[in-house]
């Protein structure tokens, strides 16, 4: 027997929105604690950058109208 479990379109977005700006927040919460001396990895701290920069055009396309 299959089971599928169906959610319609804005609710998919508003997931989706919500999860990509909390790894966003998260990110930036270690950058933040990594300027206040926790240390990171020199290529995650690039990273994190990156992937800020790209989560902040990422999310304007899930944003609730």
């Known amino acids: 027997m299959s089971r ?3 959610i ?3 609710t998919a ?8 700006k909390e790894w966003r927040a998260y990110l930036k919460k270690e950058l933040k604690d990594h300027k206040k ?4 990895h020199p ?6 950058m990156k992937y800020i920069d790209s ?3 990422i999310i ?3 944003e609730p109208i």
């Open 60 to 62: 304007k396309a899930f």
């Open 43 to 48: 290529e995650d701290v690039v990273m994190n």
């Open 4 to 6: 599928k479990l169906e």
């Open 8 to 10: 319609d379109m804005d």
């Open 13 to 20: 977005n508003r997931i989706t929105y919500l999860n990509l």
């Open 55 to 57: 989560l902040d055009l």
């Open 37 to 40: 001396g926790k240390w990171m």
